[in-house]
């Protein structure tokens, strides 16, 4: 079930992927666009090229479903009223593909009745590409080698966890949860599909995304991925995360980690999030 959908995915990723490497190796042109947070962010023409490549194939492959892809314009009605909809980040982690750091991917998420169901995330540099089907297991290729299952972690003393976060500056916030919590080891990367694969594969254990800028294409594929691999993927409250909607952002930050800790993260993160005057937007 799904292998159909599963397989168009990972074709897709794969195809946008060397696209982006072909723009990799130039000297591309950055823009800044004005995001739908009202925040201006880099773009280029690998972004828009590999969303091309994936929602005309998807379009081919199922037409009567809904897409959504961040380089694209939003047919918001369609969307709300579409039982699956696909959602698609081209090139997650663009900062990173401007920086030529390698730390960029694709991501490809399925929903269907607002609940991921397929995910892929294909990183283009690492030749790595993770993906999972609801009830199916969550898998890792790195290059030609074989599908190898992942399973997170068992742990659950936040003194012995090792916490992914951005590449970028660390902010007194984020500071502030490290402390708190006492994780000992960080492991700093970007695009959100690779720190939530990192907790996938037991390299992470925690994720903790205080802001309220990531969008649902940052995370509708990670989400299952992690998912099918025993970890969970919820907003810092504990909340589901929710894509049948309206809203773009997932303005209640992110909190994704191996499973077995995440309730008592829940719980050590409320006084924290008091003390940031965070409150849960409905």
Known sequence: MLQHELQTAITLARLAGKKILEHYATDFETVQKLSVDNHYEPVTIADKEA?????????????????LSEEEADDLIRR??????WIIDPLDG????????????????LIDNGVPV??????????SLSFAVKGGGSFVVIGDAEPVQVRT????????????????HRSPRMGRIIEYFGFPQIV???????KVSLIASQICDIYIHPSPRTKLWDTCAPQIILEEAG?????????????DKAELQNLNGILATN??????????????????????VQ
Do not use: C, W
């Open 118 to 127: 397929v995910g892929v995330v294909f990183l283009p540099v690492h030749g």
């Open 259 to 280: 499973g077995a800790a995440h309730d008592a993260a829940v719980e050590h993160l409320r006084p924290l999030l008091t003390e940031f005057g965070r409150v849960k």
């Open 80 to 85: 709300l009223d579409a039982k699956r909809v």
């Open 51 to 67: 969303s091309r490549i994936i929602v005309d194939g998807i379009e081919a492959a199922f037409p009567d479903d809904a897409v």
């Open 231 to 243: 970890g969970r993927f919820t907003d810092l409250f504990g909340g589901n995360m929710v894509y």
């Open 153 to 168: 972690s068992g742990h659950t003393d936040f003194t012995t966890m090792t916490i992914a976060m951005s590449r970028d």
């Open 188 to 194: 700093n990367r970007g695009s959100v599909g690779l």
């Open 94 to 109: 663009t900062a990173g593909f401007v920086k030529k750091d390698g730390d960029f991917g694709v991501q490809i998420g």
